[in-house]
């Protein structure tokens, strides 16, 4: 773990200041004496262009020169509550939305990139009994692994004013469909809120590429999404991320939508919550999930440069996250049930012409394998023809074998079908008058960001007929 250190002076007053405020925080930090160690005084010359300035600290390989308290506070996690650490990465959904909810409640905190430091995402795993979760917390040194906005506004004594104004429309999910309805509805005059459990950009914001969205030949996920969220505000919408909806209410004109801290009203309501990753229900892959076993190849394929790793599925999303993996890991390996692949021709063609990809045809995999240690080992397979097991070694896997609807929050509110999609008709209707559906979330919809847009567009319609 890096060391703060504060180059000064004894005669400094701003050294002193500086150390005094560290003491009183119980910030552990090496002072160097300028003036008794040369090597120190080029030091801060180099980091200010030639100038002795001091105090200069220097933490997680950061420098900072002369900081006031204020920018101590911020840079520590220092707070009258509590000091806050944040081990997390910048591609991580749920460690943008813990920041986001820390820096609009005021809250200081220390963010740390398991990316840039090994010694923290070794403190990671440990805190997680060996899994690398992020984001992870230390508020006042007490670990808290990926908690709510509702744990942090509790363990943090966050007070959040309940809103009362009504909005025309509450989007619940901030996906591609949930913000094009917001652009539409906004631009309708209709004043909108989009209310989002994790990150905003659903599951298109974890695709690495995206190379089917009209008007782009390429173009990253979370590229795309960061350009609809931007629009999306830049028309007036509210977003507010952390919020997971509890339940969905209608006294009189006006739907209540309670989520785990909070309440909202609105004349409409617009369900957009998409999808989650579809799990293969063997063995050890409860257990093994977030240590060896991963849904997200933007996420965590970072964890395995330079390693094996192995990908279940057959379809474009395993084959994508495959030809994506390849690009930095030793070796990527795809297991797939059928004798062909499901995915498009053109992702099938791609993986004859790279060489760190093997494939495995016609093999079901049985179980999730461990090592003395209990840690992921390899993927257990069956030959579908000769009835064969065959471990297939690596260092950690990506299952890729399809989607399960969010929409297990909105049983008995709205009609589903018998595997969990929402029904609707016309533009977008449930069976709730003022309640709509978009996105991977409804019957028959298909999960390409450019068919949720055309969804959003639908939804955003039925919001304007509902109101005529």
């Not at 007053?13 to 005094?20: G, S, T």
């Not at 690398?132 to 040194?141: Q, W």
Request: proline share 2%; hydrophobic share 35%; charged share 25%.
């Amino acid at each position: 773990m890096n060391t703060l250190k504060l180059y000064g002076a004894d005669w400094c007053p701003d050294c002193l200041r500086a150390k005094a405020y560290l003491k009183e925080n119980k910030i552990d930090f090496e002072f160097v004496d300028v003036d008794l160690d040369k090597e120190a005084t080029a030091r801060v010359e180099a980091i200010n262009n030639g100038k002795r300035i001091i105090p200069t600290i220097i933490f997680n390989d950061k420098s900072y020169t002369n900081p006031d308290n204020t920018v101590l506070a911020s840079v520590l996690g220092i707070n009258e509550v509590a000091k806050v650490a944040l081990f997390g990465a910048d591609w991580c959904p749920d460690c943008r939305r813990a920041k986001s909810f820390l820096t609009d409640n005021n809250i200081n905190f220390q963010y740390i990139d398991v990316d840039e430091h090994q010694w923290a995402t070794d403190k990671v795993e440990e805190i997680n009994n060996g899994k690398r979760i992020i984001p992870t917390l230390l508020i006042d040194g007490k670990p808290f692994t990926n908690p709510d906005n509702e744990t942090l506004k509790e363990v943090l004594k966050i007070d959040v004013k309940k809103e009362h104004k009504v909005y025309d429309s509450i989007i619940i999910g901030g996906g591609a469909a949930g913000l094009t309805t917001s652009i539409y509805a906004q631009r309708d005059r209709y004043d909108t809120l989009i209310l989002e459990k994790k990150n905003i950009g659903g599951n298109a914001f974890l695709t690495e590429k995206i190379e089917n969205y009209p008007g782009f030949t390429s173009i990253s996920g979370p590229e795309l999404m960061a350009r609809m969220e931007e629009q999306a505000t830049t028309y007036g919408a509210t977003i507010k991320t952390g919020e997971e909806v509890l339940s969905i209410d209608k006294k009189g004109e006006i739907f209540h939508i309670k989520t785990k801290g909070n309440e909202f009203l609105g004349k409409t309501v617009v369900l957009s919550t998409g999808s989650t990753y579809r799990k293969l229900g063997v063995p050890n892959e409860e257990k093994l999930i977030g240590s060896g076993i991963h849904f997200c190849a933007t996420c965590d394929g970072a964890f395995y440069r330079d390693k094996d790793v192995i990908v279940v599925g057959g379809g474009n999303s395993a084959l994508e996250e495959g030809i994506f993996l390849a690009g930095f890991c030793k070796s990527v390996k795809i297991i797939h049930r059928s004798k062909d692949f499901k995915a498009s021709e053109t992702y099938i063609q791609k993986l004859e012409s790279i060489e760190n990809i093997t494939t495995y045809l016609d093999k079901t995999t049985v179980e999730f394998a461990e090592n003395d240690k209990e840690l992921f080992k390899g993927v257990l397979v069956k030959d579908n023809v000769t009835g064969e097991e065959e471990l297939i070694t690596a260092d950690g896997a990506f299952i890729f074998v399809g989607l399960i609807p969010n929409t297990k929050s909105f049983k008995g509110i709205v009609d589903l079908d018998a595997r969990g999609f929402i029904t609707s008709k016309g533009l977008a209707q449930t069976s709730v008058k003022g309640i709509f559906a978009a996105g991977d979330c409804r019957e028959g919809a298909i999960a390409q960001v450019a068919a949720a847009t055309g969804e959003g567009v639908l939804a955003s319609y039925g919001i304007r007929e509902y109101f005529k």
